[in-house]
């Protein structure tokens, strides 16, 4: 599957973004899909999951309160929504996806996804 992420940008630090990520190449969408970020220096981390059979979702408690996810199954396409951004939320955020589910336990790790977007830049300004 191929994954197109966009809406990453600038903002100041207490605005929204949105992120969309598009899969394609399949017939319907992932069993699973994530989003990951890095910031400059720093390793690649867990931000957010959902699953498309039941929407249960998993999120890094970084972002907790902050940030939502859905989905449309009908577009193949997560949604990131961020509010009230910090200038630590500055990264380039990927989509991540797996075309089967992944058990709760497994949907922050980087491993169990097969599937990687070219990310988005997303940059808060303090």
């Known amino acids: 599957v191929q994954l197109q992420a966009s809406g990453g940008g600038l903002v100041q630090a207490g605005g929204s973004l949105r992120l969309s990520c598009v899969a394609s190449g399949r017939a319907s969408m992932p069993g699973t899909m994530a989003w990951f970020r890095q910031a400059p220096g720093k390793e690649r981390e867990f931000v957010f999951a959902?699953?498309?059979?039941?929407?249960?979702?998993r999120f890094a408690n970084s972002v907790k309160g902050r940030f939502t996810i859905s989905r449309d199954n009908a577009k193949n396409t997560v949604y990131l929504q961020m509010n009230s951004l910090k200038p630590e939320d500055t990264a380039v955020y990927y989509c991540?996806?797996?075309?089967?589910?992944?058990?709760?336990?497994?949907?922050?790790?980087?491993?169990?996804?097969?599937?990687w977007g070219q990310g988005t830049q997303v940059t808060v300004s303090s």
């Open positions: 991540a996806a797996r075309s089967s589910s992944i058990i709760t336990g497994q949907m922050s790790s980087q491993n169990v996804y097969s599937d």
């Open positions: 959902i699953r498309r059979n039941d929407g249960h979702t």
